[in-house]
């Protein structure tokens, strides 16, 4: 067993159980916590399965992980003050609590 | 030589994960917040550099040696800080203290 | 000359939105106004050159695929580059109105306005997965921002789940994106479809990335985010989020299935997602049908309107390739003029429930014209856009004998007739004479001005659209995929 | 099997377990903690895979700002609104999770399995490499070969600020919750941190053309000084966006676009970077920008101005 075959594994354990908690999960916050956790196990695949050249990992894959980490970030950035403010609004920490129809 | 060298330079790694040790038992067993930290801050810094000093002998390298002392340093401000500002914080917080419990 | 231009599309934009942000507010209308009209010659020469027989390309940076990243442009992204700048100009002269560039909501607007163009432009001109993925996520993060603009829990709600959905989608697509690449060595859609051979690696990865790019553009079952984000939405921002930002996903998976799909060519995948379409189409109308307000009757119309795209997946013939590409712009174009009008009748008369609806065309004929002008394409009555597309498409459907999908588009357009009628009917339907006088909360706003001109402007252009197809269709017949034949 | 990959074993059940923790736990400020953790050992797995520069970034901007804006999130919510137990029926979310966690595992080490294509991007990155004067391959790739993808990603981080501008609405900035200046140790702590910080960020930015760092790591160094400024109330978060923040916060995108389109006129394509002195501007404006922006998020605020002001 490859260091490689490791990380494969270990991601996808880890972006099976974000899809699980995204779905399960009601607070929103607990939500983007698996989001990121997802995102994670992405990068950690995309790294691996690019192969490597003799100086290392893929330069590419690595300067999308690096892409990718900044953009994760901003978008949750963003996904917190959106949520700070819902909470502020509607005293309400998930989405399923009523019918997004009325009013 | 060299494996006398290396010996030493073993033998303080070790150390240092016997306080590391030492440390994380005591976060997990130690009854409230002041006593954790204090397990916490002390074994880990110690460990911290017996490590960092069973590397600098392992790498044999003046500059590597500098780097592993600033990483020691470096380590021990953020633990002096965080420590104190947790026990601050906590003692702020009304957070029980164990032995005085134990005294009632 | 022409590579230079697929430039300015970008970069005009791009440039407005930093001197907007960065200038006084005052000078923020003609900023944004030059950055989108400049991009207006700048599609001009490209149209030139591609109707002259070329695929404008440039390597940016000097590095080819798969060393970086190409822009190209052939018929078919500059058809969606037009929708663009079409839907965008007029929706511009509406949102001068309603995000007036002094107003705190103005501010906050022409900026990520401005972006979220540039990031469209960037899509169509990029075939590069990974490019793909960072233009969506641009394109993601402006529609929820400006969602939530006017701060209603409501739109904040709605625009909260888009954005949970449409990360998850962002991760799946990566996820599929990542894995292509370790096993083509490149991102450069085109190379991938080259050296993607057969197998079940490449048919699961590109699986993956298809259900990503079906919940960003809202294909039932994966539609649930969209009917209240597009409903709940500021007039311009609905316009552009079914206009524009559900078809570049569309655009996307088109691109993927027929320039680099064929591992999955087996017949099965294709006929489900054409199912989809189907039930999307079906269920889309019926929801329509039953809402009680006007602009969440236009959404579901939208996720409606969706489904027929999804029909080029099964029947996949040159002549589907030219309906549903027409169906798109067609689509696009009214879809925006309806949403203006809908949020000009939503402002005038202070309530978008439909019963308010009653006597509308007295006193706004414009908006009620332009929504009932709209109407005709959505339900695809001649001689409007709507109509060359449906009827190019049930051509497609019978020549290919899918009587299936005959009888789905021919139902399809009877459902909208029935919602577009609902409205329609209700708008010219005589007042009773109580409820001729002005009730409060009703304004006058909205009745002439910019906001209805541009409404009007577009729904009129959705009629000329059908009456002018051939220009339209002859720039689709340069871009169709590999082994069509005009 | 070697100590190495025993290791890797250990830190890859770590990693699972944290993760299904952080997603099904049941108190939230914990789970951001293990978060924060989780991310630490990905940078752990980053270092193990060979790639230094994603062990940097990860540690920085992965675990640790994405950490502290999420705690600084879960303190604006408030602890009343702790969450209620998870959805009574998680059978079907469990069967979801395990079909595609299984999905991801197979096509994984399918892909594991296929041999490397000869001329894959990554091997015409490193070929290329000399001509552009750069050591660094992923400097190369980010500012040269990909430089659009880069261009775009600020765009990114320019539409959340906005965005979270947009949502923060006509309400106050954020009450950031401060740390106590009164103790000794946090007033000697910035005054000795912030000047290491910036000598560190520049190092990193500077290093990044040929070593391991670049503008992300840097400026992510450069965001853990802001955030510690902001705690502090050294730096205080106001409600207007002023003309020097604003140009401050598009710098970054600017230097991209005007040197990108530039390129254009100068009859090169676009994009190209004509120069050296271009890396190093568009690198320092990076830095600047996005440790400002993050800083901003961080604070929810539309501006900071100093103590005295």
Redesign the interface.
């Known amino acids: ?91 309400l ?3 399923r609590a009523k019918d ?4 | 030589m060299n494996g006398a060298i290396e010996t030493v330079g073993l033998v303080l790694v070790i150390a240092g994960c016997v306080f590391y040790a030492a440390g994380t038992i005591g976060l997990l067993r130690f009854p409230d917040v002041y006593s954790r930290l204090h397990a916490l801050t002390k074994a880990d810094n110690q460990g911290l550099l017996l490590v960092c000093l069973g590397l600098a002998v392992l790498a044999g390298s003046v500059q590597v040696a500098f780097l592993l002392i600033v990483v020691w340093s470096v380590g021990l401000v953020a633990a002096a800080v965080s420590a104190h500002l947790i026990a601050r914080h906590a003692r702020h917080a009304g957070e029980p203290h164990a032995s005085r419990e134990t005294e009632r | 000359m022409a590579p230079d231009a697929l430039a300015v599309l970008v970069f005009a934009p791009l440039v407005a939105a930093l001197a907007v942000i960065v200038a006084p507010p005052r000078a923020t209308t003609a900023l944004a106004l030059a950055g989108i009209a400049l991009t207006a010659p700048a599609l001009w020469v490209v149209t030139a050159a591609v109707l002259g027989g070329e695929v404008v390309e440039v390597a940016l940076a000097g590095a080819a695929p798969p060393l970086g990243i190409a822009w190209r442009a052939d018929g078919f992204s500059l058809t969606m580059a037009w929708l663009t700048f079409v839907v965008v100009a007029f929706v511009s002269l509406h949102a001068l109105a309603s995000f007036p560039s002094t107003s705190d909501a103005g501010r906050r607007f022409w900026p990520m306005w401005l972006i979220l163009v540039a990031s469209v432009y960037a899509l169509f001109l990029s075939a590069d997965l ?1 490019n793909l993925y ?1 233009t969506l ?1 641009l394109v993601t ?1 402006t529609a ?2 400006m969602i ?1 603009i006017g ?1 209603a ?2 739109a ?6 888009y ?2 959905l449409g ?2 989608a962002s ?1 799946f697509y ?2 599929a ?3 292509l ?3 083509t060595g490149t ?1 450069d859609l085109y190379q991938v479809g080259e050296r993607l051979g057969e197998g079940a690696l490449a048919t699961t990865a590109l699986a993956l990335m298809i259900t990503g790019l079906l919940v960003k553009s809202a294909i039932v079952p994966l539609h649930v985010w969209l ?2 984000a597009h409903g709940k939405a500021p007039g311009p921002v609905s316009a552009v989020l079914s206009a524009l930002v559900v078809k570049v996903t569309l655009y996307i998976l088109i691109r993927l299935w027929f320039w680099a799909g064929g591992a999955l060519d087996d017949g099965l995948a294709a006929f489900v997602l054409g199912l989809l379409g189907a039930v999307a189409i079906v269920y889309g109308s019926i929801a329509a049908i039953v809402q009680t307000r006007l602009k ?1 009757l236009v959404a579901y119309s939208t996720v409606a309107q969706l489904g027929y795209v999804m029909l080029l997946f099964p029947l996949a013939s040159t002549a589907a390739f030219r309906a549903v590409t027409f169906h798109v712009l067609a689509h696009g174009v009214a879809k925006a003029a309806m949403f203006l009008a809908a949020a000009n009748l939503l402002a005038a008369l202070g309530s978008d429930r439909l019963q308010r609806l009653v006597g509308a065309d007295q006193r706004y004929p414009v908006n009620v014209l332009a929504f009932a002008l709209a109407g005709v394409s959505i339900m695809g009555l001649p001689p409007s856009g709507g109509f060359v597309a449906k009827w190019m498409l049930l051509e497609a459907a019978w020549q290919s004998q899918g009587w299936g999908w005959v009888a789905v588009i021919s139902a399809g357009s009877l459902l909208a007739a029935v919602y577009v009628f609902r409205v329609v009917a209700l708008a010219y339907a005589q007042p009773r004479p109580a409820s001729s006088v002005r009730r409060p909360g009703t304004t006058p706003r909205g009745r002439f001005g910019a906001t209805s001109v541009a409404a009007l402007a577009l729904a009129v252009l959705a009629i000329v659209l059908g009456i002018a197809s051939a220009p339209v269709l002859s720039l689709i017949d340069l871009g169709l995929p590999p082994g069509m034949a005009p | ?1 070697t100590v ?2 025993v290791v ?2 250990m ?3 770590a ?2 377990a944290l ?2 923790r ?3 736990g049941g108190s ?1 400020f914990r ?2 903690v293990l ?1 924060i953790l ?2 630490l050992l ?1 940078a752990l ?2 270092a ?4 230094p ?2 062990a940097l ?2 540690a920085a ?2 675990a640790g ?2 950490g502290a ?2 705690l ?3 303190r ?3 602890a009343d ?1 702790e ?5 009574r029926r ?1 059978g ?3 069967v ?3 079909l ?6 197979v096509i ?2 399918a ?2 399995g296929i041999e ?1 294509v000869p001329d ?4 015409a ?2 070929e290329a490499l000399p001509g552009t004067g750069l050591g660094n ?2 400097t ?3 500012l040269v ?2 430089g659009l ?2 261009m775009l ?1 600020m765009a ?2 320019l ?2 600020l906005l ?2 501008w947009t ?3 006509d ?1 106050r900035p ?1 009450r950031v919750h401060r740390v106590d200046r009164r103790t000794p140790l946090v007033g000697s702590l910035l005054t000795v941190v912030a000047p290491i910080t910036l000598l560190v960020a520049v190092h990193l930015l500077l290093a990044g053309t040929d070593a391991p760092g670049g503008a ?1 790591q840097a400026c992510a160094v450069l965001t853990g000084c802001g955030v510690l400024m902001v705690l502090t109330g050294t730096l205080r978060p106001t409600a207007v966006a002023g003309f020097a923040t604003r140009l401050l916060v598009v710098a970054g995108l600017a230097a991209f676009v005007l040197v990108g389109a530039g390129a254009g006129f100068v009859g090169h394509a676009p994009m190209t970077l004509t120069g050296t002195w271009a890396v190093y501007l568009i690198e320092t404006a990076m830095m600047l920008s ?1 440790a400002l922006t ?1 800083t901003l ?2 604070a ?1 605020a539309r501006g900071l101005r100093g103590e005295g002001s």
């Open positions: 067993m490859s260091t490689e075959v490791v990380y494969v594994l270990a991601a996808s354990a880890v972006f099976g159980a974000g899809v699980y908690g995204l779905i399960v999960a009601n607070h929103l916050m607990r939500k983007l916590l698996a989001l990121n956790v997802m995102s994670s196990a992405v990068f950690v695949t995309m790294l691996t399965v690019a192969g490597t050249t003799p100086e290392g990992p893929d330069p590419v894959a690595q300067a999308l992980v690096l892409t990718g980490i900044v953009i994760a970030v901003a978008a949750t950035a963003f996904a917190l003050a959106l949520l700070v403010r819902l909470v502020q609004e509607t005293g920490v998930s989405l997004d129809d009325g009013a | 990974f960072v996520e993060l929820v921002a939530a701060g829990p409501a904040m709600r709605a625009a909260m789940r954005l949970l990360l998850m991760l990566l996820l994106t990542a894995l690449y370790g096993q991102l009917p209240a969440m | 099997m190495g990959v890797d074993m830190l890859g059940l990693l699972v993760s299904l952080v997603v099904t939230l789970d951001i978060f989780f991310g990905v797995s980053w193990r895979l060979g790639a520069d994603l970034a990860e901007i992965g700002l994405t804006l999420m600084m999130a879960y604006s919510i408030g609104t969450e209620r137990p998870v959805r998680p079907v979310a469990l979801v999770a395990v595609t966690g299984s999905l991801v595992a994984g080490l892909a594991l490397r894959a991007a990554g091997d990155v490193l391959a992923v190369g790739v980010l070969f990909r993808d880069t990603e990114v981080l539409v959340a965005g979270a949502v923060l609405g309400a954020g992300f996005i993050m998020l961080f929810r």
